[in-house]
């Protein structure tokens, strides 16, 4: 079945066209980063103006790259949420209105079922059942996998996701829009001993998070040591961006190994645009191979939001039959666990 996949939840453009028996055949993905930049986050009015612009040509491009075109198409599959609702309906409507004139079914997906997926487009997927750590700008959720659709939420953060913290704290540091990947970048240049973070949530029992503490920390941390300047030297920069890390990785870490002895599996997923965090890889691998435990994840590119596994999530799911209506389905909260499984479904 060949299907395409299109994203649009928030302020990517992501286009794939995917294959059931031969893969991935192309995808492209602009980021509309550049845009937000100056308003230091995503601005959702300009987030679907730009969508409207993107969609159409990369849509005619990422059929070119794949060698196929519209009338090949098997099935179209859109991210129908969550997201931000403007920028949903913009990949919604193309979708649609594209299914309806080729008469081929149309499938609003998860945008974290597509996350949680992504790991499957890699050489070494991972085999059901498994842990998925999912960990975005918007989620951190650890959820149980037992099959595509049979989801359930084991914990979840309380307050800032994963992502947001990184975000949040980056801002803090006055770093440039988007700040998570540039306080990693800085992180891996100090010292994780200088400051000693706390890793919240983690002296009780229970798998949830809490990220918001560690960013008063950080404020705190920053009023301490600042000079005459607004902020800190270039070094204490760089270890408070360290400890910051070290403490969210660690917190991660044992609240995945944790699930993992509950509920005694031996594969962990970790999905989202923090599962690029490359300190999150290694300290995983290390911790889990103590436990002849396995740790999957996306090639970087797939990790943060793209198309790619939009149409794969959505490939799974057309094939067992499932389609909507002619309706934009646009669902700015969707909870992960209220998705239904494949057999049930059909
Ligand atoms: O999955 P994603 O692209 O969008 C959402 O669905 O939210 O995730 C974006 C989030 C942002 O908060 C970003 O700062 C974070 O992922 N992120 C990272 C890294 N790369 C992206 N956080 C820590 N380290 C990274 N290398
Ligand atoms: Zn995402």
Same mark, same amino acid.
């Given at each position: 079945m060949l299907v395409l996949g299109v994203e649009t939840s928030c302020d990517e453009t992501g286009v794939a066209v995917y294959d059931s028996e031969r893969g991935l055949l192309a995808?492209?993905?602009?980021?509309?980063?550049?845009?937000?930049?100056e308003y230091g986050g995503v601005v959702p009015e300009l987030a679907s103006r730009d969508h409207v612009r993107k969609i159409l040509p990369m849509l005619e491009q990422v059929l070119d790259s794949a060698n196929v075109t519209t009338a090949d198409l098997?099935?179209?599959?859109?991210?129908?949420?969550?997201?931000l609702m403007g920028a949903l309906m913009v990949g919604g409507a193309a979708a649609t209105a594209l299914g309806y004139?080729?008469?081929?079914p149309v499938l609003g997906v998860h945008h974290m079922e597509g996350h949680l997926l992504a790991p499957m487009l890699e050489d070494n997927p991972p085999a059901f059942p498994f842990v998925a750590l999912l960990v975005s700008g918007g989620h951190t959720q650890l959820v149980s996998v037992t099959a595509i659709g049979d989801y359930e939420l084991l914990g979840e953060s309380i307050d800032d996701a994963a992502g947001e913290a990184f975000d949040k704290t980056a801002k803090l540091l006055d770093l440039d829009y988007p $700040?998570?990947? %540039? /306080?990693?970048?800085?992180?891996?240049?100090g010292d994780i001993d200088r400051f000693s973070f706390p890793r919240p949530m983690t002296d009780r029992p229970g798998l949830e998070f809490s990220f918001s503490g560690l960013k008063t920390f950080t404020r705190n941390l920053i009023e301490k040591n600042r000079g005459d300047d607004v902020l800190p030297n270039e070094q204490t920069m760089l270890d408070i961006c360290a400890g910051f890390q070290e403490a969210v990785v660690d917190t991660l870490v044992i609240k995945c190994r944790r699930?993992?002895?509950?509920? $005694?599996?031996? %594969? /962990?997923?970790?999905?989202?645009?923090?599962?690029?965090n490359r300190r999150l890889r290694e300290?995983?691998?290390?911790?889990?191979a103590k436990e002849r435990a396995e740790v999957f994840y996306a090639r970087h590119e797939f990790c943060t939001d793209n198309g790619a596994m939009i149409a794969y999530a959505g490939c799974q799911r057309l094939l067992?039959?499932?389609k909507n209506e002619l309706v934009i389905a646009a669902t700015p909260r969707w909870p992960l666990d209220k998705l239904t499984g494949l057999q049930e479904a059909v």
């Open positions: 995808h492209n993905l602009y980021s509309q980063v550049k845009l937000h930049a098997d099935g179209i599959a859109y991210t129908a949420g969550p997201g004139t080729l008469n081929i $700040g998570g990947p %540039r /306080l990693a970048a800085m992180a891996d240049r699930a993992m002895q509950q509920t $005694g599996m031996k %594969r /962990l997923v970790i999905a989202g645009g923090v599962s690029a300290k995983l691998e290390v911790a889990l067992a039959g499932e």
